[in-house]
Every structure is written in C-alpha cells, then in structure tokens.
C-alpha cells in the first residue's frame, strides 16, 4: 500500500481550476517534491490531502484512509506545515511546542528523538517569542511543532519560501534525516533547484501535472541540444536568436540565455551569423530541470 | 484527552496576558463607562437655576419660593420682572422661570373650592435640552404642588428612585453592553485571528475537535467577564450607591446566563466573519448598536415606534437589562423575573446550536 494514493483529483473555486484531474502515488518512505510554480494548485492539493477541503470529484487515500469519509483517521497521522507561519507568535518556542504536544495528546518527552537534530538547533532559545525568531528558526520550530506526535506522513507545503539560502539547505538536510527514520514526506517548493534534493518530484502547473519522475529521469528526457549564450547586449541577442535557423526557443536563465536546437543547428554557422556581435559566448550545457518545466510549459 | 484541554486554556489564557493592552482596556472600560454614566452624562435634574416673577410677594409665593430655595436641587436665583423672562433665558443665567399669577393666594383658594380651573403658575422652561428641561419640570412641579397651598390637590410619591437619580438606570444598561463587548467580542475576534494567521489550520488538521478548541477559548474569557461583573456590582454599590436591597445573589445568577449567552454569540460571529475586522464590524454594528438603540439602555422601550418595540423582542440585552433593573432597583427576587430568564435561556440554547451547526471543521 502506498504512503498516499491521488486518483484524478479535481477542485475548483467558483470558475477557477484550481486542481484537474490529478493522479499520482507516493510510496512509503518517499521524499516526494511537487514543484511548480505560484498558483500551480500545489497548495490546493495539500489542503485536499490533509482534509481541510473536500474534493470536486476525484478520490485520494492517505496512509490508506479516504480523504472524504476518513478523515479524522488522517488527522490524527499526519504532520501538516502550512505554507505561511501558522505558530503562536506570542507564545515562546517551547510553549508553542508544548501547545502542540497537547494537540495530540503527546509529551515532548516522547517525540524528542525525532525531533532533537532540529529542535536542538533552538533550544537555546526555548524562552524567546516564536514571533522574534528569524525565519530560519521560525521554520525549525514548525517542523518540530509537525512532527512532535511522530506521524506517518509529513506535508511540507513551501516550507524554504522566504528563507535564507543557508537554512534552505540545512533544511534539505534534515529532510534527509527525517527519511531515514521512514517517514514519507511531500514537500512542495517553487525553487527548482531544490527539486534534485527529492527522491520523485511532479512538475505542476495550472492545476495539472506535466511530468513525475526522479530527477535525474526528468533532465534525461530532455532531448535536445542545449547551448548557453551570452553577449555584452542580452536583450538584442534574444530577439535575434530566435529567429535564427535550427533555433526551437531561447530564453532567459540566470545571466545567460539558453538556447534550444533541433538537428539543423550547427554551432559553427551559428557563430558565423553572430560574428557581429560583441563578446558572443557560445557554449553546449546540460539542461537543468527548470529546462525541463519550461518545455513542457510551452507546448 | 482531559489533560490536553487544561493546556488548551493556559494557552489561552496566555494570549490574553500576553496581550496587555487589550486587558487594560477591558478593565477600565466598565469603570470608565460607569463613571462616565454615572456622574458626568446624568438626565437627573443638577442646580438648575430658577427665577420667580411674582406680581406680589404673598405669603402663598413666599412659601413655594422658601420650598424651592430648600431644594437641593435648584437654586433660587432671585425675583425677576416679567419683560426680563426672555433675556434670563436666553443668557442662560437661568434654566426655568417660575411666573406666578396676581392675585395667587385668591386664586390658589378658589382651585382648592373647585369654583376655578384656572392655572395659576406658569413654568418658562429652556428646553434647549430636551432631557434636562423635561426632567426639571416634572421635579419642579412636584416641588411647588407638595406647597402647603396646593397639597389638597395631589400627592405624588416616587417609589424606588424617589430622587430620580439616573444612575440607577444606567448601571444595568451598561452591564448589557459591556458583557456583550467583552464576551461576544473578544471570543468572535481570538477565534477568527486563530484562520487569520493560518493557525486554525493547523488546529484542524489534528485528532482534536475544534469545537473543543473553541470551548478552551471561551472559558478565560469567561473568568474575566466575572471580575468585570464583580467591578461592576462593587462600583454601583460603594460609588453610585445603589442599593441593591434584593441581595447580589439574583443579579449574579442571572448575569453568568447572560455570559454565556454572550460567549454563544461571539462564536456565532466566528463562524461569519473571516478576518478580524469583520468580527469587530459584525460585534460592533449588529450587537452595540441594537442594545444602545433598542434595549432600554437608553431610550425607554415604550416610547419607540411600535416596529422597534417588536425588533426589540429579539435583542436579549432587553431582557437581561430589564430584569436587572427589577433586580437592582426595585430589590425583587430572582424568581420575579422568571420569564426573563427563561428568555435568556432560550436564546442562548438557540444561538449556540446555531453557531455549533455552523461551525466547519473544514476551511470551506
């Protein structure tokens, strides 16, 4: 039986498709990663799983509970980090955890194996406001606060948005751990970059899913040449690029543009037709995941 | 799970400590408004000002002018001629003129015979305010008729509140409102802030049933609506001196049903408004302002157009305030005012069936 089962899933808010006809399966112990992003309907969907909307049409099992007819089952086994900060902000870090251990009828005592590699990192401040942390730690203290009463599935809805790069990572570290312990984990995030660290991610957009794969099997169905180009005027070079021969689409990515071709480009001509350029650099790359959504975006 | 919920109110309870100036003004809110009713906005008649125009100083005048000069509520400001009415008036030197007839002590004896109807003094009152100048002259005539002259031909007693203090009156208008401010209000704005800031969320999406969650909430506000009414009473009794003469006992009772009808109110806000602003509007303009328009706080309920005296019905400050008045000022037991409190009890089970019918353990 898989951690989490979604069978054409559909939600609408008044003339808004929030969600259509999604399917997908998380197994046991799976750090899965929904990637898409704002207004994707990534949060549509953990509001679904975690039964605090109830579905158009379409059916999903959580830990084998239905959403609609079981889901008070699913509220007592899962862990749910909103999107937005959802503490106490008055209360202290550990009067809010405490909170939380109450909740679920548990004490600190009993979960804090599971959650000392995080909690340990703000215990020193156990007494401060959870409104005075800084996002990094704020974002701590709610996974412990999700994971205080040891459930099955945890749903991580954006938890890195607004947070440093240094504690996005550490973030993804302690996802990893998590794992370890069996824990399935669906995590969304809008930065693609994040998506490698996921053992299975989904490319969503608009309500719908594009693609579900690891990672790896996502880049490596993409089946064009890809190049990176770069010049003293980017704005120029994109225009024409894109009219030149054996061009598919060129794009902004980063500081440079990516550029994808079909089997008549040759880099050699290329180079020629753009000698007038000033400081043309021309180079093959591998595509990266964000290549991977913006195709499937556009077709 | 009984132990959770103990947690559930020392949270709550800390939100509320935590959050300073909200109790400060809880507190101070009934002391000020009872002050501020109290003494300052009074509709009892104060050193109103009198003049006398008296064509001869009879020995009947005399005597109506030494009555009004004992008055503690008047002051006699001196015999005036007739053409200088308007100007004393006007200059505001004096609220009321009292004109009295020629020939008055005659005229007094053929009224007492029954061979005349004719009035024989004149009130010229400055009804620049309405409140004042009504209340004025329905003392001041009680005044002059209690006259040794004039006592064949009435006798009035003010049973209750013989000096009219408005106080009185005001004391259980001002616990209408300010149970419906602090219970309805604060409970509909702690559980609304709880889906503002996403928390409730995360409350949802947990074994718990948030209707247990909401009862957690109510019951400090509950502890505090008590110390407020404890002020209140101790403030009427000791400041304003009303007298209570039918015990505390009554008024309590009735009062912790009036709480919790209040509480069932608020939830019933909650489970409307969505942001906390809303639920301030909603408390504000559907609560406060029937209960100063429409429950007798402030107007009497007969003297509304006969559509209002109906919609008044529904407004359970009506009733509350009305039975603690019975209560406070006439001193009748709790059982006089049965049907109130049934009212009330009614209402309540009604309101907070509603509003759990109404309450989604889900976001939509």
Same mark, same amino acid.
């Given at each position: 039986?898989?951690?989490?089962?979604?069978?054409?899933?559909?939600?609408?808010?008044?003339?808004?498709?929030?969600?259509?006809?999604?399917?997908?399966?998380?197994?046991?112990?799976?750090?899965?990663?929904?990637?898409?992003?704002?207004?994707?309907?990534?949060?549509?969907?953990?509001?679904?799983?975690?039964?605090?909307?109830?579905?158009?049409?379409?059916?999903?099992?959580?830990?084998?509970?239905?959403i609609v007819k079981n889901y008070h089952e699913i509220r007592s086994c899962v862990g749910y980090?909103?999107?937005?900060?959802?503490?106490?902000?008055?209360?202290?870090?550990?009067?809010? %955890?405490?909170?939380?251990?109450?909740?679920?009828?548990?004490?600190?005592?009993?979960?804090?194996?599971?959650?000392?590699?995080?909690?340990?990192?703000?215990?020193?401040?156990?007494?401060?406001?959870?409104?005075?942390?800084?996002?990094?730690?704020?974002?701590?203290?709610?996974?412990?606060?999700?994971?205080?009463?040891?459930?099955?599935?945890?749903?991580?809805?954006?938890?890195?948005?607004?947070?440093?790069?240094?504690?996005?990572?550490?973030?993804?570290?302690?996802?990893?751990?998590?794992?370890?312990?069996?824990?399935?984990? %669906?995590?969304?995030?809008?930065?693609?970059?994040?998506?490698?660290?996921?053992?299975?991610?989904?490319?969503?957009?608009?309500?719908?899913?594009?693609?579900?794969?690891?990672?790896?099997?996502?880049?490596?169905?993409?089946?064009?040449?890809?190049?990176?180009?770069?010049?003293?005027?980017?704005f120029a070079l994109l225009e024409r690029a894109r009219r030149s021969e054996g061009v598919i689409d060129c794009y902004p990515f980063g500081e440079k543009h990516h550029l994808i071709t079909n089997e008549v480009f040759d880099i050699e001509q290329f180079k020629i037709q753009f000698c007038d350029v000033k400081d043309l650099e021309i180079e093959p790359i591998e595509p990266t995941i964000e290549d991977v959504f913006i195709k499937l975006m556009k077709r | 799970m009984k132990q959770n919920f103990g947690s559930f109110v020392k949270k709550e309870s800390l939100h509320i400590l935590r959050d300073k100036r909200t109790m400060l003004v809880v507190m101070l809110i009934p002391v000020v408004l009872m002050i501020l009713f109290g003494f300052a906005i009074s509709t009892e008649v104060n050193n109103v000002n009198v003049a006398v125009v008296a064509p001869e100083r009879t020995d009947g005048v005399r005597d109506a002018v030494e009555k009004l000069s004992q008055n503690e509520y008047f002051t006699f400001k001196g015999y005036i001629s007739s053409d200088e009415i308007d100007l004393n008036l006007r200059s505001g030197k004096v609220g009321v003129v009292v004109v009295f007839a020629s020939d008055y002590d005659r005229r007094v004896a053929q009224v007492k015979d029954g061979i005349s109807t004719k009035p024989v003094i004149q009130l010229v009152v400055d009804a620049s305010n309405v409140n004042t100048a009504g209340s004025a002259t329905a003392y001041l005539q009680g005044v002059l008729l209690g006259s040794a002259s004039q006592q064949a031909m009435f006798e009035t007693r003010m049973l209750f509140n013989p000096q009219m203090k408005s106080a009185y009156n005001f004391v259980p208008g001002i616990m209408g409102l300010i149970f419906i401010l602090v219970c309805a209000m604060m409970t509909s704005v702690s559980i609304v802030r709880e889906k503002e800031v996403g928390t409730m969320e995360v409350l949802l999406v947990s074994p718990v049933r948030p209707v247990k969650i909401i009862f957690a909430k109510m019951i400090p506000y509950f502890v505090i609506s008590c110390i407020v009414l404890v002020i209140i009473l101790l403030l009427a009794r000791y400041l304003l001196g009303v007298p209570m003469s039918g015990g505390v006992s009554g008024i309590f009772s009735l009062s912790l049903l009036y709480l919790l009808l209040s509480l069932s109110l608020g939830l019933l806000v909650s489970t409307i408004a969505s942001t906390q602003i809303a639920a301030l509007l909603v408390s504000a303009m559907v609560m406060m302002m029937p209960i100063l328009m429409l429950s007798g706080m402030l107007f009497p309920i007969e003297n509304l157009p006969k559509f209002f005296q109906v919609v008044s019905n529904i407004i359970p400050a009506r009733w509350y305030i009305d039975a603690v008045r019975k209560m406070m000022i006439q001193g009748l037991p709790l059982v006089a005012v049965w049907k109130n409190g049934v009212i009330l009890l009614g209402m309540t089970v009604m309101i907070l069936a509603v509003s759990l019918k109404k309450f989604n353990d889900k976001l939509e």
């Open positions: 039986m898989n951690a989490i089962e979604v069978h054409n899933l559909s939600k609408s808010y008044g003339k808004v498709q929030a969600l259509d006809n999604v399917s997908f399966s998380v197994e046991r112990g799976e750090l899965f990663g929904l990637i898409g992003p704002d207004g994707a309907g990534k949060t549509t969907l953990f509001r679904l799983l975690t039964t605090l909307i109830s579905p158009d049409s379409g059916r999903a099992e959580v830990d084998g509970f239905d980090m909103p999107g937005r900060f959802s503490l106490y902000p008055d209360l202290s870090v550990e009067e809010n %955890l405490n909170f939380f251990a109450a909740l679920f009828g548990v004490t600190v005592e009993d979960s804090y194996e599971l959650i000392a590699p995080i909690y340990k990192q703000i215990e020193p401040f156990r007494t401060r406001r959870a409104g005075k942390l800084s996002g990094g730690m704020k974002q701590k203290l709610a996974l412990s606060c999700a994971l205080i009463h040891r459930p099955k599935v945890l749903f991580l809805d954006e938890p890195t948005t607004g947070v440093d790069a240094v504690s996005r990572s550490e973030f993804w570290d302690m996802l990893s751990t998590l794992k370890e312990h069996g824990l399935t984990i %669906l995590v969304s995030t809008p930065y693609m970059d994040e998506a490698s660290r996921c053992d299975r991610i989904a490319l969503c957009n608009e309500g719908r899913i594009l693609s579900i794969n690891t990672p790896k099997g996502i880049v490596s169905g993409f089946d064009r040449q890809l190049y990176g180009i770069k010049s003293k005027n980017m | -």
